[in-house]
């Protein structure tokens, strides 16, 4: 039996080959992860807060804000590591300092969401990029044939951290989401631009991506449920309204296995065959693991009205999880299905999205959002098995 190769305090960081065989999530990557769902649950937890305080715009500003500062660093770990991860020392203590930087970033969510004071969420967030600065500098020096890709993300992801800091400085009287949405286009900007530059694109790995997003859905969804469980103990421990409560906790463990389901019935590596395909997948995602996250708020705030623990009505209830699951299934469809799949598949997904927009106009919301996801989930296996995949 060989031996694995020594870890070293310091090694060169060249590019690693995009086939690379059995290339799989390491145990630093799936740690990295579970760090990074403590910022997920304090975004979604205020979020369920507000909806069910009838303060929906403001809260779901706040959660769409503060998620993409989540979202863009994990992405941008998981994009790098998979091309230049060394899982030396050095690399770790670097990873090491961007989790620092995402629980200071969960330190800050509750100032955001309560007084729009996003000094300690950006300093997390700036925490977090500048690690990464680093990374790519170690690239430039030791990856010479990809040095002027390594050089513009450097150069790029400093300049906007300097950006995001005097952000800070901006008068109270500003309008925060206009300056917000110009730095996130410049944010989105920066690997366009760098991946074009003359010595090619970086070589992440599709199948290592792939599963890289699959288990950070999953962790999103374990979120998800995990939520909704609190609410749902807090709620019975009262012991009062117990079999809508039971009704409502099946229910809501049904759409979230068809959620699920739905994700992994297709096989997502061999769509990142380009570099627009792969930025537009992976952009993509920000909206299916925004709205994941938010599902569990959704089923928090069911139970809040289940108990009487909110006065809101029951359509509002009803919309808090319809809508993220909408969501949900489109941008699936959007990135998984309609690359796959022809004909009646193509009709499929957004005729479901539609219909679970109407699910809170009738009565029991939540158990009809349960029976729509199971016939989803029975129609895709249908359709599926009968229609050929596009994508070999």
Not at 21 to 40: G, I, K, M, N, W
Not at 121 to 132: E, F, P, Q, S, W
């Amino acid at each position: 039996m060989s031996e694995q190769p020594k870890r070293r305090f310091l090694t060169p960081m060249v590019g690693r080959s995009a086939d690379e065989q059995f290339r799989v999530s390491t145990p630093l990557e799936l740690f990295f992860d579970l760090c990074f769902v403590v910022a997920v649950a304090q975004a979604a937890a205020p979020l369920h807060h507000a909806v069910a305080e009838h303060h929906v715009l403001d809260g779901l500003r706040s959660y769409l804000m503060v998620f993409f500062a989540i979202w863009w660093a994990w992405m941008n770990f998981t994009w790098f590591a998979s091309a230049y991860d060394t899982d030396d020392d050095v690399y770790r203590i670097t990873t090491f300092v961007q989790i620092s930087g995402a629980l200071v970033l969960a330190a800050g969510v509750s100032p955001a969401f309560e007084k729009t004071d996003y000094r300690v969420i950006t300093i997390g967030y700036v925490i977090m990029r500048l690690a990464l600065v680093a990374q790519w500098l170690r690239a430039a020096k030791s990856d010479p044939h990809r040095r002027a890709t390594a050089l513009r993300y450097a150069a790029g992801v400093a300049v906007i951290q300097l950006l995001w800091l005097l952000r800070l400085a901006v008068p109270e009287s500003w309008p925060v989401v206009p300056v917000f949405m110009l730095l996130v286009v410049l944010e989105l900007a920066v690997p366009i631009w760098a991946e074009r530059a003359p010595g090619g694109p970086t070589t992440y790995h599709p199948h290592h991506i792939a599963e890289r997003y699959g288990l950070f859905t999953i962790i999103v969804l374990g979120e998800s449920v995990s939520a909704a469980t609190v609410a749902f103990r807090g709620a019975l421990d009262e012991g009062e309204h117990v079999a809508a409560l039971i009704r409502l906790a099946v229910a809501g463990l049904v759409v979230v296995f068809g959620l699920w389901w739905l994700y992994f019935d297709r096989s997502a590596h061999n769509l990142l065959n380009s570099l627009r395909t792969s930025i537009l997948w992976g952009y993509g995602h920000y909206f299916i693991f925004a709205s994941a996250a938010a599902v569990g708020a959704g089923l928090g705030v069911s139970v809040d009205h289940a108990a009487h623990h909110t006065e809101i009505s029951s359509v509002m209830v009803g919309y808090a999880i319809a809508v993220p699951v909408a969501v949900y299934l489109f941008f699936v469809w959007l990135l998984h299905i309609r690359p796959h799949q022809s004909g009646p598949m193509l009709a499929a997904f957004p005729v479901a999205a539609v219909l679970v927009l109407l699910t809170p106009l009738a009565p029991a919301t939540l158990e009809l959002l349960a029976a729509l996801m199971i016939v989803l989930v029975a129609v895709n296996g249908m359709l599926s098995r009968r229609v050929p995949d596009r994508v070999a």
